[in-house]
């Protein structure tokens, strides 16, 4: 049996691939491994067979015989830890991907996280015009910096690992904001993971499920 994962049964991001099982997606498809996908509503993410799974009454969550996870960067390193072509081999060289992983989670993803929820909810409040440019002004350092690191290799370190699958996920949640375009090199980043057939692969995936909500 293939491990099973849940997902929106409508996405707020109208397929555009933004939700945090594509990470998961994606994984699967750089390791090979087929997955199973259990689509699942708001209402259905609090029920208490949902937060069996999830404490937080959130997707992605992913089970596999005994075995079940929640939290994207735990899934995506189970997946990386027990296939192929996410981690390297070499001990360090594996650390360091790791610490990719966490760098993406912990110290880029947040403040893209909260210039997007801003950006969601807070429009139209009175003090949003002046707050939009602080967190604008947080996710260009993060962005600065890891153009710096990143400067004219294709990928975070040596190989594409699990670190640029995460780091690229985190990324895309920018998509549209144009502050990503500002570092040529990060953009050329980007795209350069979007093209990875296993990418295209995952999002195709995800995107089937919106067309198919949407024609119900
Ligand atoms: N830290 C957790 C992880 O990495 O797995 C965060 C999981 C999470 O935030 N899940 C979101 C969720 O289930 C979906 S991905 N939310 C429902 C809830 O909390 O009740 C976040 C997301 C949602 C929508 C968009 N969008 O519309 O663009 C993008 C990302």
């Known amino acids: 049996m293939s491990p099973t994962i849940t997902a929106f049964k409508s996405s707020p991001d109208r397929g555009r691939g933004l939700a945090r099982d594509m990470r998961v997606r994606w994984a699967f498809e750089e390791a090979g491994q087929a997955y199973d996908v259990r689509l699942v509503t708001f209402a259905e993410m609090k029920e208490p067979a949902h937060l069996a799974l999830h404490p937080f009454g959130q997707i992605p969550t992913y089970e596999d015989g005994g075995l079940a996870l929640f939290e994207s960067g735990a899934i995506v390193f189970h997946i990386a830890e027990h296939h192929a072509g996410l981690l390297p081999d070499e001990a360090n060289a594996r650390a360091r991907a790791i610490t990719w992983m966490f760098a993406a ?33 947080r996710v ?52 350069r ?21 949407s024609a119900n």
Do not use: C, H
């Open 105 to 137: 989670l912990s110290t880029v993803e947040p403040p893209i996280v909260d210039r997007s929820m801003a950006t969601l909810v807070d429009r139209g409040k009175s003090w949003y015009e002046e707050r939009l440019p602080i967190l604008d002004g």
């Open 140 to 191: 260009r350092a993060r962005l600065g910096e890891l153009s710096n690191r990143l400067g004219d290799a294709d990928w975070l370190d040596g190989a594409f690992s699990a670190g640029d699958l995460m780091m690229v996920s985190v990324l895309q949640r920018l998509g549209g904001s144009g502050l990503v375009d500002e570092y040529p090199n990060l953009a050329a980043y980007v795209a």
């Open 193 to 213: 993971a979007e093209a990875r057939p296993a990418y295209k692969r995952a999002f195709d995936a995800q995107y089937a499920v919106f067309v198919a909500a």
